[in-house]
């Protein structure tokens, strides 16, 4: 029970913490722009202000629940997902006058949490462990011959979903093809991006 309601603590510090730093930017918009800002997306800074807290909160306490996941690469990435969902969920202006709990909220806001809470539990998990599985490695430390596959593997992909996506997704959500667009488009091409500037920095520092 202990280390349980300590996990609860470090996440819900973790959420809160993150909750602040939020805040301190808007404050910041707040003082240099007005109200505006708030105005075009029809909410208020004290809004803004509650819905990070409260999704810090929320998200907070949804990592210390998971907590004991976080043992691998996937498994920070899937806390990334849980932190995140409810800072999209409660942040104001976010939803088009639908109810909070609507398919088309609920869907925009994992799509959301999907790329960006992925994102951010890899990153960190990648700043916790030095050395990771083998397939991370090579792409952490890119040979010339990582490099060229990888870009080969991202064009091909994207080539692929340029050619299907707009042929299978007439008839889909907005959302799965915005979904499927950046899962098969953006994400390839931009590990390959970012594994060249990987590869070029190492040797720089040679």
């Known amino acids: 029970m202990r280390y349980f309601l300590g996990n609860l603590l470090k ?9 602040t730093g939020l805040s301190a930017w808007v404050l910041l918009l707040r ?3 007005g109200t505006a800002p708030f105005d075009r997306l029809n909410t208020s800074f004290t809004a803004v202000v509650v819905g990070y807290y409260l999704g810090g909160a929320v998200g907070g306490l949804l990592i210390g629940l998971a907590w004991r996941i976080g043992r691998s690469l996937v498994g920070y990435a899937l806390l990334g997902v849980l932190g995140v969902f409810p800072f999209y969920l409660f942040a ?10 609507g398919p088309e909220n609920l869907a925009s806001v994992l799509l959301g949490a999907f790329f960006v809470g992925a994102a951010v539990g890899v990153w960190v ?4 462990h030095p050395h990771g599985p083998h397939w ?8 010339f011959k990582t490099t060229v596959g990888v870009w080969s593997a991202a064009v091909f992909v994207a080539l692929l ?8 997704s007439f008839y889909w ?4 093809v915005v979904f499927a667009a950046g899962a098969l488009f953006i994400v390839p091409l931009a590990t390959a991006v970012l594994v060249t500037m990987q590869f070029y920095r190492r040797r720089l520092e040679r």
Not at 136 to 143: G, K
Not at 161 to 168: E, G, M, T, Y
Request: charged content about 15%.
């Open 11 to 19: 996440g819900l510090s973790l959420g809160l913490f993150l909750a």
């Open 31 to 33: 003082a240099q722009a």
């Open 92 to 101: 104001p202006g976010g939803r088009h006058n639908g109810p909070l709990f």
């Open 125 to 128: 998990w990648s700043d916790d």
């Open 136 to 143: 991370f490695d090579m792409l952490r430390f890119p040979t």
């Open 161 to 168: 979903a340029i050619i299907l996506v707009p042929r299978w």
């Open 173 to 176: 959500p907005f959302q799965l």
